[in-house]
């Protein structure tokens, strides 16, 4: 955890629910903090991003 992830361009990732498995945009922050739920708008499901099955950051 060296790496500095916090950058004012707001940042979108895409994140995997585990659940159902759809894609949807998580803001870096959110993303870099790791402690907060992330809702999936398909299901409603909330989980970390630790739990996200899987995760592609846009750089
Ligand atoms: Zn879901």
Same mark, same amino acid.
């Given at each position: ?7 004012? /361009?707001?940042?979108?990732? %895409?994140?995997? *629910?585990?659940?159902?498995?759809? %894609?949807? &945009?998580?803001?870096?922050?959110l #993303?870099? #903090?790791? /402690?907060? @739920?992330?809702?999936? @708008?398909? *299901? ?6 630790? &739990? ?8």
């Open positions: 955890m060296a790496e500095r992830g916090f950058e004012k /361009t707001g940042n979108s990732n %895409w994140v995997q *629910c585990p659940n159902c498995a759809s %894609w949807f &945009h998580v803001s870096s922050d #993303l870099e #903090l790791g /402690t907060v @739920p992330l809702v999936c @708008p398909e *299901c409603a499901n909330s989980f970390l991003p630790d &739990h996200a099955r899987e995760i592609v950051r846009s750089s």
